[in-house]
């Protein structure tokens, strides 16, 4: 059997103020065409649908289009909720998306609540059977009162434990006549950033080993960490990664869905398909001079520019004016370091206004004649 495994999706997510709604939808579309060509029968969706647990309507609106789109035809869709997503409002969209083939799992649940689904593949008739597990935040898996009762690395192992408990009881009913799946959103232990992920919840008290997963998987599905990877472990262990770089830190990473072909008896079979419909990011380096020749390479990539010359005033207007798509723009680290500066000694005569301002200007790195004579005027006005 064929099934496509994406996650990470995070639609609503703005990039320094900027929507990219537009583009998401652009990602989604590819992802549901890609599914249609590739005729699978299930479409995983590891978690993190949303950027925020209180998404906006047309983000909503997106997600649910996208997710019937996926589901059209028959194939099934299995969507869980990641550390982004609200669990709970997740779960009371299931009986409607039931109606749609689409199944979602927003908290942890038992296998026989709907832990663990099972269907059969319309392409080659074989059983399969998918153990999902959602986000588990460490302050549902391990007591309150432990938490402040044991130390922070007993709380991790209680935390990992539990993970491994869980799994247990949702793969004890795995069969050899099966194709066997877990789906989840977590993060595994040895697993490189992607550049974008929420720290608090993805740092070493969240992270769990390769091994929590069972040999007999034929396939684990992750999301939580945005970079495409496969992690060393018994069975195969697979982020597919971000579909769209979130921001500028996830920038070189290459954009996929895994398509995942798995029987019974063989181990599975993992193809990349890249996902090109969303706009490149990009970080570029110069001068205002140098970054205006560098503008008819950089077409309609989202940019961060640092800039390798002195503040100062209009700076910024400047590089926006020869590079329109410049979300962030910053001064080098190199033209920003405060300098230390020695008052002259002058057998106590006083400095001017002026030139203590001026010396005020060198320690933050800016050089700009403009501003010093604006301070002259202002001084002037308000002391006349």
Known sequence: MRFLHTADWHVGKTLKGHS??????????????????QQVDAVLVAGDLYDTAAPSAEAQKLVIRTLMGLAKDGTQVIAIAGNHD?????????????????????EVRTADKGGVVGFTARSTGERVNVAVLPFLSQRYAVRAADLVAQTAGENTNAYDQNLRDVLGTLTAGFDDGAVNLVMAHLTVLNGRFGGGERTAQSIFEY???????PIEAHYVALGHLH???????????????????VDFGEQENEPVVCLVEATASTPARITDIPVTSGRRLRTVRGTVAELSVLSATV??????????????????????AVLPNALEVRIDPEFTAVTETSRPSGGGAERSPAELFGEYLGTKGVADPRVETLFRALHDRISS
């Open 20 to 37: 990219r709604l537009d583009e998401q939808e652009q990602v989604l579309r590819e992802i549901v065409a890609i599914a249609r060509e």
């Open 86 to 106: 609200h669990a709970r409002a997740l779960d009371a969209y299931r009986p409607l998306a039931q109606e749609a083939g689409i199944t979602l799992v927003g």
């Open 207 to 213: 992270a769990v080993p390769a091994s929590i997963f």
């Open 227 to 245: 970079r495409r990877q496969r992690m060393e472990a018994p069975c195969p262990v697979h982020y597919s990664g971000a579909p769209l770089a």
């Open 299 to 320: 077409g309609d990539d989202w940019l961060r520019v640092w800039v390798t010359e002195p503040a100062r005033a209009g700076l910024r207007e400047e590089v926006t």
